[in-house]
């Protein structure tokens, strides 16, 4: 959905070049374009019907700056109404209550609830709280069992359904967990509530239950960002019947997103608190408004990007490698293999690209490396850099730090002790050419002149 809007508001841009005001003549065909690409991305008729509107009132009779073109002024009028529609800032969660804070997740099966238990578990752990992990899911046993393994995982609590509890009721597992986290002094219970594959009245009743009983200051509910239009009708049942506090988008990384981020706010009245992302547990960031808006519109996540690279990298072997890049010699595929590596934990190639803004990125694609399918940065999964390590892996020291030196007999032992065809051989050497190139620019001054190229791209950056 980002891709097929960005594209059409490039168009936008082409459509009102050499306007001198924005007018609602000459604006209508742009934002019939931007309403298509809302639709197909599956966003609820009512908010695209209210932020067209929206965007028309603000747009019509904007003067057009010097420094801006007419399609930018309006991009920029879109921009801010998407911040608007998806909330202005971060909202972050309430913990001003007495211990143990209950966050009671609810959601429809499969939207991603136990995942996104564990992954704020994770969050908050890193925050230096103290978290148990509970399961009212007593209808799919694999729920708590995975449950328990993500508690194990990130270090938090979990409070079983021990032989007392079992055939009893969610509510008596929620009231047994809450008097577990008080006596073990507890900063916060996270509570998985069962789900159904459509909303029922069984499953309202028994989750209104839980939340008089537990009384959460934080009720989340967890929604598939790929859902799109169904989201808002199950948004709207458990808005009617539980006091929400706020909505987890889930699955955000799929093919179709964006429908129900723009969607859900509008419905619920609630803030978008956190995205899900990706199967790791580090997938799982704070929702922001306005880099959201910025992705939207092709400007990329910047500030994600950082925040990301922070988390991830090796901050001495990052050093290391930007004097090496400086001088501008001296890069070689151990080097190369480093890099592969920090960008695995960063999530991988593939959400990198994601945060970079459209024109950068495409750039980048053509410099990175050659159109051979599977090598081009965008496509190059985790599985991809797995294959590309173990290449290197099966060079000798020497061939790593000089690849000029193989020729055929090498490349077919390299191939063979990585279990790869030459071919791939082959294009992982020339990829790792056009790097080096890259490389060698940013050390003349290339990456201050890329830089500059994002001025324009972002609202506010000088």
Do not use: W
């Amino acid at each position: 959905m980002f891709d097929n809007l960005t594209t059409r508001l490039a168009g936008v841009i082409k459509t009102l070049r050499g306007e001198a005001r924005l007018t609602e003549t000459n604006i209508g065909e742009a934002l019939r374009a931007v309403r298509m690409a809302l639709l197909e991305a599956d966003v609820a008729l009512p908010v695209v019907k209210e932020f067209i509107n929206r965007v028309k009132e603000k747009a019509v009779g904007v003067e057009v700056m010097n420094s801006l073109s007419p399609g930018q002024a309006l991009v920029g009028v879109v921009h801010r109404e998407l911040v608007n529609i998806m909330g202005v800032d971060p909202a972050p969660l309430n913990f001003a209550t007495v211990p143990p804070a209950v966050i009671l997740m609810a959601g429809l099966q499969g939207a991603g609830k136990t995942t996104s238990s564990g992954k704020l578990a994770h969050m908050l752990i890193a925050q230096k709280k103290k978290v148990l992990l509970v399961s009212c899911d007593i209808y799919r046993p694999a729920a708590i069992l995975q449950l328990e393994m993500l508690a194990k995982q990130t270090g938090a609590d979990f409070f079983p359904a021990t032989s007392t509890l079992v055939g009893q009721k969610p509510a008596a597992i929620a009231t047994a967990a809450h008097d577990y986290a008080r006596r073990h002094y507890i900063d916060v219970m996270i509570v998985d509530s069962a789900g159904r594959l459509a909303i029922d009245a069984e499953m309202m009743r028994e989750i209104t239950e839980l939340a008089a009983i537990l009384k959460p200051i934080e009720t989340l509910f967890v929604v598939d960002a790929m859902q799109g239009q169904d989201a808002v009708n199950t948004a709207r049942a458990f808005a009617d019947a539980l006091p929400l506090t706020g909505v987890v988008l889930t699955k955000l990384d799929g093919d179709s997103r964006g429908g129900a981020a723009l969607s859900v706010r509008h419905v619920t009245g609630k803030p978008i608190k956190f995205v899900g992302v990706g199967e790791k547990l580090s997938g799982f960031e704070v929702f922001h408004p306005e880099r959201m808006a910025q992705r939207i519109l092709g400007m990329g996540d910047v500030l994600g990007l950082i925040e990301e690279a922070q988390r991830g990298v090796d901050q001495v072997a990052a050093e290391k490698f930007a004097q090496k890049m400086k001088s501008g010699k001296g890069f070689d595929l151990t080097d190369f293999k480093a890099q592969l590596g920090q960008m695995k934990n960063m999530g991988g190639m593939e959400a990198l690209m994601d945060k970079l803004p459209a024109q950068l990125t495409a750039k980048l694609n053509p410099q990175m490396s050659p159109t051979a399918q599977g090598m081009r940065p965008g496509h190059m999964d985790n599985k991809a850099i797995g294959r590309i390590e173990g290449i290197i892996n099966s060079m000798t020291p020497q061939e790593r730090a000089k690849p000029e030196i193989l020729k055929a007999s090498r490349k077919r032992r390299i191939a063979t002790g990585a279990g790869v065809s030459v071919q791939e051989v082959n294009r992982l050497l020339a990829q790792f050419e056009q790097t080096q190139k890259m490389m060698k620019m940013m050390g003349k001054g290339g990456m201050t002149k890329m830089m500059r190229g994002l001025k324009g791209m972002m609202p506010g950056m000088r």
